[in-house]
């Protein structure tokens, strides 16, 4: 069975506080992962792409450990507009030609 | 820039009634997909279309049918809705289901109601 788990939350982070969120995956073949963003009453939109290196874009780092089977995103210096849910993507094909399954959302709320 | 666009975006259904959802994407892109998300559950897939021409079943395709009309349009059919059916429903399309191409873009959402 194909699973992306990840913790609900809600995390309740003061602003500027570092947050990291964990994400787990079922098959070790996984190909490629992702990290999407949905604010409330809206649709996903990619956040950041997850690379075997890791990478970074501004606040934002995203870690792959294949070992282990999970991929991580940290936020740094935490903003109201960061409070939104958080979704773990895999895709799970060999070839890559599968489609993308969704974890099922980390809530992130950030508080002044 | 339209991107995904999906209709429409609130319906009221009575059990047993019919209705389309529609979608078109303007990216040329290849694969289509149907998703819905329910509290708690996440996004779950219906069907998806990888290219025109080409329907698969997803996790969850049980009381739906689509329709690849062509490259731009995907179309999802509910024949006797039910109230289970209640749910928000996100068309979406990537380039391609390749590893390079998955980045999937979603429409704005339709919200569907089932009485």
């Known amino acids: 069975r194909k699973e992306v788990e990840q913790d609900p939350g809600p995390f309740n982070v003061p602003e500027g506080a570092t947050v990291a969120f964990n994400c787990t995956y079922s098959n070790s073949a996984s190909q490629s992962f992702f990290w999407y963003r949905q604010d409330c009453r809206k649709e996903p939109k990619l956040l950041m792409s997850v690379y075997s290196s890791g990478n970074e874009d501004g606040r934002f780092t995203a870690q792959l450990n294949r070992a282990s089977q999970y991929i991580s995103l940290l936020i740094r210096d935490s903003k109201l507009s960061d409070s939104a849910t958080y979704l773990c993507v895999v895709n799970f094909g060999y070839s890559g030609n599968t489609p993308l399954v969704f974890g099922k959302g980390t809530r992130l709320s950030v508080i002044a | 820039n339209a991107g995904v666009t999906q209709t429409p975006k609130f319906q009221v259904l009575k059990t047993g009634q019919s209705m389309t959802l529609q979608c078109a994407q303007d990216m040329n892109h290849n694969s289509m997909y149907w998703y819905r998300q329910d509290p708690g559950m996440g996004l779950r897939l219906i069907y998806y279309s990888a290219s025109e021409g080409t329907t698969d079943k997803g996790e969850v395709p049980n009381g739906y049918n689509v329709s690849r009309l062509n490259k731009r349009e995907f179309s999802l059919r509910l024949e006797s809705a039910a109230p289970s059916q209640t749910s928000v429903y996100f068309c979406?399309?990537?380039?391609?289901?390749?590893?390079?191409?998955?980045?999937?873009?979603f429409g704005e959402g339709s919200w569907l109601t089932v009485v």
């Open positions: 979406a399309s990537s380039l391609s289901q390749g590893s390079s191409g998955n980045t999937i873009y």
